[in-house]
DNA sequence: CACGCGTGGTT
DNA sequence: TAACCAAGCGT
């Protein structure tokens, strides 16, 4: 089938790799709640760990429990956001909180059910908080997790634009039997991608497979494959909401809204990402102008 | 299922 | 410098 290593393999070098080059990240020390791996994950969807690790020690240290996030304001959440990007996120996760408080008596919920139930929590983030929080080796896939696999097992150079049938079976495929080791293995092959086995330059001479790799022993062959189409970014609406929410962010109290017309000139555009800032839960209309919701 | 959704560092 | 890339989610 695959022209790959063994997973016997596979687990021994990576496992052995991962005591000597995990980073020493604060929700992955033995103390850390589980609300602090929770919040982690949500922050690191999409966003480098860099930015993640100041935002990440704010958070925590302002609202330690889900309780005191959700007895703040949703508008304080998306400020607390500061500038990591995606603020629906905040709001998702001010949510998140509020739903443990009313239903799981203050907690994070341990299943990757429950998990999988709260706002802004898809499949990765909820086996990931059930793998690292609660020691529940669920399957968890990131972008990470599907490029190792897929160069050291199917020796292609990077997966599919979107995760595929085939690729879920390989992950499973590819995990440890025994309980720890599999959760071990869930962060270890993650940060393989993150520190050594990156989309654009690998570096495959300290990499712990480099001898078994499958791509590597096909001589590094380019992806051949759909290509996803690059994001725009100049002058979309896009763009507009993060130059608007950046002023209402910023600011103290309200905002009267010819602030928001030297944010953004275009007055159509204005409109529509301040509707769509509304409709999403991140800005309030206020008296004579706007606010983070309260 | 393809697309919209932020931000800033790297190449 | 424009394009690419980073622990995705919701519709």
Same mark, same amino acid.
């Given at each position: 089938? *695959?022209?790959g ?7 021994? $070098? ?8 995990? &980073?020493?990240?604060?929700? &992955? ?21 860099? %930015? ?6 704010a ?30 996120r ?10 443990m408080? !009313?239903?799981h008596? /203050?907690?994070?919920p ?14 990765y983030?909820?086996?990931?908080? =059930?793998?690292? =929080? ?8 990131d972008?990470?997790?599907r490029?190792?696999?897929?160069r050291? $097992?199917?020796? %292609?150079?990077?997966?599919?634009? *979107?995760?595929?049938?085939?690729e *879920? ?8 039997? !025994? ?7 869930? @962060?270890?092959?993650?940060?393989l ?5 990156? =989309? $654009? ?15 590597? %022993?096909?001589?590094?062959?380019? #992806?051949e494959?759909?290509?996803? &189409? @690059?994001?725009?970014?100049? /002058?979309?609406?896009?763009? =507009? ?7 209402? %962010? ?6 009267? /809204? ?13 409109? $529509?990402?301040?509707r ?13 102008? #706007?606010?983070?919701?309260?």
């Open positions: 089938m *695959s022209p290593p063994s997973p016997a393999v596979l687990h021994e $070098r990576v496992l052995t790799w991962w005591d000597e080059h995990a &980073r020493p990240l604060p929700w &992955r020390e033995p103390g850390c709640s589980a609300w602090g791996v929770f919040v982690s994950e949500v922050m690191s969807q999409q966003t480098p760990i860099a %930015r993640v690790l100041p935002a990440w020690q958070w925590t240290e302002r609202w330690p429990t889900p309780a005191d996030l959700a007895a703040d304001s949703p508008g304080e959440a998306v400020r607390m956001w500061q500038r990591l990007g995606y603020p629906r905040a709001r998702r996760l001010w949510e998140a909180a509020a739903q408080v !009313e239903r008596d /203050g907690q994070v341990r299943t990757h059910e429950e998990l999988l139930a709260l706002p802004g929590v898809g499949a983030t909820a086996a990931a908080v =059930a793998s690292f =929080a609660f020691g529940d080796p669920q399957v968890v896939i972008t990470n997790v490029r190792v696999l897929v050291a $097992r199917e020796g %292609r150079a990077q997966a599919a634009p *979107s995760l595929t049938t085939a *879920s079976a390989l992950a499973a495929d590819s995990m440890p039997r !025994e309980v720890d080791d599999a959760n071990t293995w869930n @962060a270890a092959v993650m940060e991608g993150a520190l050594v086995c990156t =989309a $654009r330059s690998p570096g495959c001479d300290r990499c712990p497979l480099l001898d078994v790799c499958a791509w590597q %022993r096909a001589g590094c062959p380019p #992806y494959g759909p290509v996803r &189409r @690059a994001q725009a970014w100049h /002058g979309t609406d896009r763009q =507009a909401r993060g130059a608007l929410l950046a002023v209402l %962010r910023e600011s103290a109290g309200p905002v009267a /809204g010819s602030a928001l017309e030297d944010a953004w000139s275009d007055a159509a555009q204005r409109g $529509r990402a301040l769509g800032l509304v409709e999403d839960g991140l800005v309030e209309p206020v008296d004579g102008g #706007y606010a983070l919701p309260a």
